[in-house]
Structures are given as C-alpha cells and as structure tokens.
Nanobody, 121 residues
Framework: QVQLVESGGGLVQAGGSLRLSCAVS????????MGWFRQAPGKEREFVAT????????YYADSVKGRFTISRDNAKNTVSLQMNSLKPEDTAVYYC??????????????WGQGTQVTVSS
C-alpha cells in the first residue's frame, strides 16, 4: 500500500504562486509514476503533470506548460507541484496520484484526498 497526503492548497490572486506537496509513505515508489490531477466544479478530472520517480522524466498538460513544475525529493519522499502565474481557470481540487503504469484521470493505483486551490481574479 501507498499513502498519499497532499498539502499546500489555498486562496491566491491571479498571477500569484502556490506550491503543493504530496507526502508519500508505505511501500517504495522507486518504480512508480507520480502525478498531479485536478478537478474543477462541474468538470471531469484532468491531467496536470507526471514524473517518473526513478528517472525524473516529466510530462505536462499544455494548459500548465511553462507555469507549473513537478519535482520529487528522494530524501523527503515527497512530490511537489510549483504553480506560478496562476489563473482563475486553475481553480480546482488537486489530487496526487501514484501508479506502476501510465497514469490517467481514471487510472492510478493510489490517490490522495485532494487539496483545494482557488485563484481569484
């Protein structure tokens, strides 16, 4: 089992920054893909970014490319999402996810409980 606990959400003005963290515990995730997804009210969950724990290779949704950065800290066993130049359309509940195969909004082995990000205009 893998436990994922997100933190760092909150309210920020457009153009501001937030850093989300996902604390990973349980079994080793050295060969896992880790990712961030988000779900806005009335919309389906969507992909934001993923990182391969072992290689550090990252992928981003076009909507966040150049503004968000996903990273992992082996020593602290955390995955972070640095979000800059935030826009009101980034408002959503953000979920951390982990899986042994490619992640998607409907496919992950483990999900966190989510953290709310609200961007005011």
């Amino acid at each position: 089992q893998v436990q994922l606990v997100e933190s760092g959400g909150g309210l920020v003005q457009a153009g501001g920054s937030l850093r989300l963290s996902c604390a990973v515990s349980g079994r080793t995730v050295n060969y896992y893909s880790m990712g961030w997804f988000r779900q806005a009210p009335g919309k389906e969950r969507e992909f934001v970014a993923t990182i391969r724990w072992s290689t550090g290779i990252t992928y981003y949704a076009d909507s966040v490319k150049g503004r968000f950065t996903i990273s992992r800290d082996n020593a602290k066993n955390t995955v972070s999402l640095q979000m800059n130049s935030l826009k009101p359309e980034d408002t959503a509940v953000y979920y951390c996810a982990a899986g042994t195969t490619a992640l998607s909004p409907r496919k992950a082995d483990y999900w966190g409980q989510g953290t709310q990000v609200t961007v005011s205009s």
